[in-house]
C-alpha cells in the first residue's frame, strides 16, 4: 500500500468494509475498519453509536426473518468517489417479504405473513475515516420507494417516477 494517496487508501477501505459489512453481513469487520466511536445514519433507521451498536444493524437486516434474502451491493459502473477523508458510493438493496408479518417500518405495517412484495431501492452513503478507520456512515436511502413498492404509501395519481 506504500505510495497510495490518502484518498486511494480511503477508498479501498470503505470498498472492503462495504463488500463485507454490507454484501456479506460480517458484523466483525467493524472491529478492524471502523473507530470505536463509529456513528451510522440512515433516514428510515436512525443514528447508532459504537461499534456494537454497529454489528447490531446488520445482525437486524441479516437475521430479518421478514426478509430472508436482503442484499445491498455497490453500484457499478459507479466508482467509488474519495477525496481526503472522504468517500462517497452508491449502492443498491433490497429483498422480498417471505416471511412472517413485519411491524417495524416507520409507516405502515406488513400485517400478514409472507406477502411475496418485493423491495428494491438505492442509496448513497458518505464515509468520513479518520487514520484509516470509518468513524462515520451517513446515508440517504430511498425509503420512500421501498415503502411505495410494500404498499404502505400511495404514489399521487398521474405521478411516474
Given at each position: 500500500m506504500e505510495g497510495l494517496s490518502v484518498s486511494e487508501l480511503n477508498r479501498q477501505v470503505v470498498t472492503r468494509y462495504f463488500q463485507e459489512f454490507w454484501t456479506n453481513g460480517n458484523a466483525n469487520i467493524v472491529d478492524e475498519l471502523c473507530d470505536?466511536?463509529?456513528?451510522?445514519?440512515?433516514?428510515?433507521?436512525?443514528?447508532?453509536?459504537?461499534?456494537?451498536?454497529?454489528?447490531?444493524?446488520?445482525?437486524?437486516?441479516?437475521?430479518?426473518?421478514?426478509?430472508?434474502?436482503?442484499?445491498?451491493?455497490?453500484?457499478?459502473?459507479?466508482?467509488?468517489?474519495?477525496?481526503?477523508?472522504?468517500?462517497?458510493a452508491r449502492w443498491f438493496g433490497g429483498g422480498k417479504h417471505t416471511g412472517p408479518a413485519f411491524y417495524e417500518l416507520p409507516v405502515g405495517s406488513l400485517p400478514v405473513p409472507n406477502t411475496g412484495k418485493e423491495m428494491r431501492f438505492s442509496g448513497t452513503t458518505i464515509y468520513r475515516l479518520q487514520n484509516g478507520k470509518i468513524i462515520e456512515e451517513t446515508g440517504e436511502e430511498s425509503g420512500l420507494v421501498a415503502l411505495q413498492q410494500l404498499g404502505l404509501i400511495k404514489m399521487n395519481d398521474g405521478f411516474a417516477p
Open positions: 470505536d466511536n463509529v456513528t451510522i445514519f440512515y433516514p428510515m433507521h436512525g443514528r447508532m453509536v459504537g461499534k456494537t451498536a454497529a454489528k447490531e444493524v446488520i445482525a437486524r437486516f441479516k437475521t430479518e426473518p421478514a426478509f430472508p434474502d436482503v442484499s445491498f451491493r455497490l453500484l457499478s459502473p459507479f466508482p467509488l468517489i474519495a477525496e481526503s477523508d472522504y468517500v462517497v
